[in-house]
């Protein structure tokens, strides 16, 4: 099963990678693609928010799709469609194809999100260690990587579909000659089928909104923070802040190198320290960062914030993922019972994407911007309250001397 299980995390961290590089590249050419549709600033709003929502609605039907179909066949046709998609985006000339688009790019990227996390926390089961923050280390480095290849294509005014068309070209067979090494959770207990039919009950369907609740909140709250960041910081180093234009562009830029960085080593400290003292570090970190940005003096006091606002919430969300994946094979037992609870977990990262901006703007408008950054920070501080959600319980390890002094993966705990 070794080199099994290696192949599949390869396989599994390129398809985090991919979609970095897929989500990054449209996000950040959005003003190129309201040109080209001819789409209002009244209607670009409509759009934006229906990607997300449509997203939150693909990770519901995924929800129900595990109990019969397993994750990596999921994977391995959503993203292509997620890839093929946004050609569409670049390609077309009428809003009416650019609805359409939009529309598959989201359904897919629900399904697309949940089950690489479904497949990330049973490597982690099967691994005995904690790898999760390792594939959104993959998942940030695409994104730097998209977002390099859209200021290559705005920078010498590429239309949109010669941007994105080498990168589709070369990712969609990419993604499907990798898809060929997933693991899925009954590959990973070793079951040697790998295809067995999940007939019956879908597993972790036993697992409660009640039980996932603080992880659902902890996962809401750390995408608003991470949405404050991606749709203000240019326009807070700005305005605020009374930086320079091309100053302005930096925080987000450090943000996403400082998420990498954070992500590329979170690994480590959960295996040293623990999943508790990791979230309860980052959450402190973050809400740290909020209000240094809050107070800033001028614009490299802002940068600094921002700084510890990637190192913060980079450890959050994957944690939050395996948090949700432990505690349903804690209550079903079986492989690939986290599934369905990653799944519901999933839809919170859209709901805290669709809050986050509009509730940053509005408490901006009506009162200030620096006094807006002090509500992601009280929010993030909330995950401190919840950081014993992410603790592995000792009696799933054997009662000897060696129990895991962290919460890495152990006899089908998920490395929490």
Known sequence: MTDVLRRGRVSLAFGFFAQGVAFALLVT??????????????????????VPVLAGIGSVVTERLVRRVRPSRLLRW??????????????????????VA???FGLAVGALDASMNMLGVSLQRAYRRSIMLGFHAAYSLGGILGASL???????????????????????????????WYVDGESAAGDGGGGAERAGGAPGAGVGFKVLLPLCLVMTFAYIGDSTVSNWSAKYLQDVLGSSEQLATVPYNVYMVTTLVGRAVGDFGVRRFGA?????????????????????????????????????LCVLVPQTFAAAGRLAEERDGRPGASDAAVARLNVFNYVGFLIGSPLVGALGDAWSYRGAMLVPMVLVLVTVVYARSFEARPDRYGGGHERPRTADVGRGSNGL
Do not use: K, N
């Open 29 to 50: 050419r959005i003003p190129a693609v309201q040109e080209r549709y001819g789409v209002s600033d009244a209607l670009l709003p409509v759009f934006l928010a229906a």
């Open 78 to 99: 959503s993203q292509p469609v997620v890839l093929l998609a946004l050609l569409g985006v670049g390609s077309g000339d009428r809003v009416a194809v650019l609805a």
């Open 102 to 104: 939009l529309g598959v």
């Open 150 to 180: 859209a200021w290559a294509g705005a920078h010498w005014d590429l239309a949109l579909w010669v941007s994105y068309l080498p990168v589709v070209v070369v990712l969609v067979p990419a993604a499907l000659v990798g898809s060929r």
């Open 276 to 312: 508790v003292a990791v979230v309860r570090g980052g959450a402190v970190v973050a809400a740290g960062g909020f209000a240094v940005v809050a107070g800033a003096p001028g614009a490299w006091a802002g940068m600094l914030g921002f700084t510890l606002l990637g190192l913060g």
